[in-house]
């Protein structure tokens, strides 16, 4: 078993690297899953517990095939103030948050998931053999153990509210976020003024929305964080990745589908070169 798979992966977009990432929803057998999507190109995948329903017992098998394909796992929680502990303490390396607006959501979430002295994580060392990677807690040194689960976990909460937008830098300057991942679609509705027949594609790709995607990755920059987005077809992708943006999420996997995942990310990778 690797370790620090999750480290290099934040070094990976501090370099400014683009990586792409898939959500997985229920219905799916871990292994198969996990292999394919390895195989296929993907750089990390995300438990779906905000929008589907997948169990605890269901999330610990995707963490099992996650440390033996060298993969990132992150999960996005029911909500941001859910109790995500138990999953970050089972092995889970990341969260992505839903619907963070404010400085102290986003700090509950820092709280929770790193130990001092960045957070206050409660220790669940010894639960669980993936959150060292398999090393043995009884032979290192606690402060040791603290610095490799600190190194090894990060943060990305959403951005899909207005509000968020005008909170984006402090969020993005805390210690602790690595950066954001965009709800397109969330911060479509919450924008408003929607035309009643206007399609999802239409609306992400309108002036105010595009405006504000610009300035979600403009911040991004400017603190030196990681900007994320989904919801696009490859070539809108292509655009957003010239504007910036690192992290890609190319939709679900639902019900044992992942190989019609093989040909989109192809194509994706095809036009963002």
Same mark, same amino acid.
């Given at each position: 078993?690797?370790?620090?798979?999750?480290?290099? /992966?934040?070094?990976?977009?501090?370099? @400014?690297?683009?990586?792409?990432?898939?959500?997985?929803?229920?219905?799916?057998?871990?292994?198969?899953?996990?292999?394919?999507?390895?195989? /296929?190109?993907?750089? /990390?995948?995300?438990?779906?517990?905000?929008?589907?329903?997948?169990?605890?017992?269901?999330?610990?098998? /995707?963490?099992?095939?996650?440390?033996?394909?060298?993969?990132?796992?992150?999960?996005?929680?029911?909500?941001?103030?859910?109790?995500?502990?138990?999953?970050?303490?089972?092995?889970?390396?990341?969260?992505?948050?839903?619907?963070?607006?404010?400085?102290?959501?986003?700090?509950?979430?820092?709280?929770?998931?790193?130990? +001092? +002295?960045?957070?206050?994580?409660?220790?669940?060392? @010894?639960?669980?053999?993936?959150?060292?990677?398999?090393?043995?807690?009884?032979?290192? +040194?606690?402060?040791?153990?603290?610095?490799?689960?600190?190194?090894?976990?990060?943060?990305?909460?959403?951005?899909?509210?207005?509000?968020?937008?005008?909170?984006?830098?402090?969020?993005? @300057?805390?210690?602790?976020?690595?950066?954001?991942?965009?709800?397109?679609?969330?911060?479509?509705?919450?924008?408003?003024?929607? +035309?009643?027949?206007?399609?999802?594609?239409?609306?992400?790709?309108?002036?105010?929305?595009?405006?504000?995607?610009?300035?979600?990755?403009?911040?991004?920059?400017?603190?030196?964080?990681?900007?994320?987005?989904?919801?696009?077809?490859?070539?809108?992708?292509?655009?957003?990745?010239?504007?910036?943006?690192?992290?890609?999420?190319?939709?679900?996997?639902?019900?044992?589908?992942?190989?019609?995942?093989?040909?989109?990310?192809?194509?994706?990778?095809?036009?963002?070169?």
């Amino acid at each position: 078993m690797a370790t620090n798979v999750t480290l290099n /992966f934040k070094k990976r977009l501090q370099a @400014g690297e683009i990586v792409y990432g898939q959500t997985i929803g229920p219905g799916n057998d871990p292994q198969k899953t996990v292999k394919a999507l390895k195989d /296929f190109g993907f750089d /990390f995948i995300i438990m779906e517990s905000e929008h589907s329903l997948i169990n605890k017992e269901t999330v610990f098998e /995707f963490i099992r095939a996650s440390r033996e394909m060298e993969i990132p796992i992150w999960l996005r929680p029911e909500e941001n103030s859910a109790h995500f502990r138990c999953y970050l303490d089972a092995g889970v390396n990341g969260l992505m948050l839903p619907q963070v607006d404010t400085v102290e959501e986003a700090l509950y979430a820092v709280n929770q998931s790193y130990f +001092p +002295p960045i957070g206050h994580r409660g220790a669940g060392i @010894g639960m669980s053999p993936y959150l060292l990677d398999a090393q043995n807690p009884a032979e290192m +040194p606690l402060l040791e153990i603290m610095a490799y689960v600190n190194n090894n976990t990060f943060l990305f909460p959403q951005t899909e509210s207005v509000k968020c937008i005008g909170n984006l830098p402090r969020i993005l @300057g805390l210690e602790g976020i690595t950066g954001t991942m965009v709800g397109t679609n969330d911060l479509i509705i919450d924008i408003g003024d929607i +035309p009643p027949k206007a399609l999802r594609g239409e609306l992400a790709a309108s002036e105010v929305v595009e405006d504000k995607l610009r300035q979600i990755v403009r911040i991004c920059r400017e603190t030196g964080k990681a900007a994320g987005i989904g919801g696009f077809a490859p070539k809108a992708m292509a655009k957003w990745a010239r504007e910036g943006y690192q992290l890609f999420t190319l939709g679900y996997v639902i019900g044992g589908n992942v190989n019609n995942l093989q040909p989109r990310i192809e194509e994706i990778k095809s036009v963002i070169g």
